[in-house]
């Protein structure tokens, strides 16, 4: 047995700074084509699969829903936005102490005459160099939220500025 998971779901998008009220049709960037087996053929199972897929769809466009490009004022929630921030942390935390390690190590490799002179040296090396690549990690990864979150997310026709 197999079941079509959904993958598509309809919202309202409100802006917060305009008030423009829209519907929008959100695309899960993440989802499979393919339906999806359901062990033993049980009904039920097949039923709470359906039922978890749709709760974690609805959540998932609720946050990018958040962070959408008003298409009357051009704006962006701000405090979404920001809170966005927080998960772009992730594939710096992922990747932070491998950077940190290898710099102490290369560090510690190339002057080996400093670390007599500076323990502290490939240290001061590892923080820098995270203190360099950790914004522009960030950052992409911000960036790649938004861009997704407005490549998931059409706004269907007929949804027009209202006054409010
Ligand atoms: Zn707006």
Redesign the pocket.
């Known amino acids: 047995m197999h079941i079509n998971l959904p993958s598509k779901l309809r919202c309202d998008y409100l802006?917060s700074?305009?008030?423009?009220r829209g519907s929008v049709e959100y695309n899960d960037p993440d989802a499979i084509a393919e339906p999806e087996p359901i062990p033993g053929n049980s009904r039920l199972l097949a039923e709470q699969a359906f039922r978890a897929a749709e709760v974690a769809l609805e959540k998932k466009a609720q946050r990018s829903l958040g962070l959408l490009r008003?298409p009357?004022?051009?704006?962006r929630d701000r405090k979404l936005t920001r809170r966005a921030y927080r998960r772009a942390l992730l594939p710096l935390v992922a990747i932070a102490p491998v950077l940190f390690m290898f710099c102490v190590i290369a560090t510690a490799f190339a002057a080996p005459g400093l670390i007599a002179r500076a323990p502290w040296a490939p240290v001061l090396v590892g923080a820098a160099a995270l203190l360099t690549i950790g914004p522009v990690v960030v950052g992409l990864a911000h960036r790649r939220l938004l861009r997704e979150a407005d490549s998931a997310a059409r706004f269907l026709p007929g949804s027009g500025p209202q006054p409010t």
Request: proline share 0%.
């Open positions: 802006c700074t305009c008030g423009y008003c009357s004022c051009q704006n």
